[in-house]
């Protein structure tokens, strides 16, 4: 079992510690709502069922079966990702290109919508939010936004940086080493 498996496996035993529920039980309950969108999910485990972030983020996830754990295969997960948005294809492949060289210590978790990149804990996330832009949420602490670098905002409530790509050209050292640095906090 590797550390993600292991990671999961831990939420999916704290929820049932926490909650006195299983994670199937909270599947079917979040079935019954009839809430399809991630987001509603996760509102809605959070305020009527005083869920953490992670573990409402994780059950919407497996409700849904948009988690790498969940998929049959997880390449599909990613080439969904870039259906009709296949320009961005190329800025996903260099960034990947690049954090592949940071250790081989990285785990990578496809989901529906993004990938996210973890070592001990989640360091990045590449997301193709509309047919010409990839958002690239980081995590770093005590790093102040710049012009390139902004807050996260709205974009993710799991990261602290958000950096907005177009093109391959856009994948600079400055933004890989933005992207060291959140996977250096993640050891």
């Not at 305020?47 to 079966?65: I, L, P, Q, R, Y």
């Not at 080439?79 to 060289?101: G, T």
Request: net charge positive; with cysteine.
């Amino acid at each position: 079992m590797n550390s993600i498996e292991k990671a999961e496996q831990t939420m999916i035993e704290n929820i049932v510690k926490n909650t006195g529920k299983s994670l199937e039980t909270w599947i079917e309950i979040v079935r019954k709502s009839g809430l399809k969108k991630h987001g509603e999910i996760v509102k809605f485990l959070k305020t009527e069922h005083d869920f953490t972030h992670g573990f409402a983020n994780m059950v919407a996830h497996k409700s849904k079966g948009s988690d790498a754990g969940s998929a049959g295969d997880v390449q599909q997960l990613i080439e969904k990702q870039y259906e009709n948005k296949e320009s961005l294809r190329p800025v996903y492949e260099k960034i990947m290109e690049a954090v592949q060289k940071f250790g081989n210590d990285i785990e990578i978790a496809p989901k529906n919508a993004y990938v996210s990149l973890r070592r001990k804990k989640q360091f990045a996330l590449i997301q193709p939010s509309t047919k010409t832009r990839l958002d690239i949420g980081l995590n770093i602490k005590g790093k102040d936004p710049g012009s390139r670098l902004e807050a996260s905002g709205s974009f993710s409530a799991m990261c602290t940086h958000r950096i907005r790509m177009e093109t391959p050209d856009e994948v600079d050292q400055e933004v890989i080493k933005w992207i060291k640095e959140a996977y250096d906090q993640a050891g």
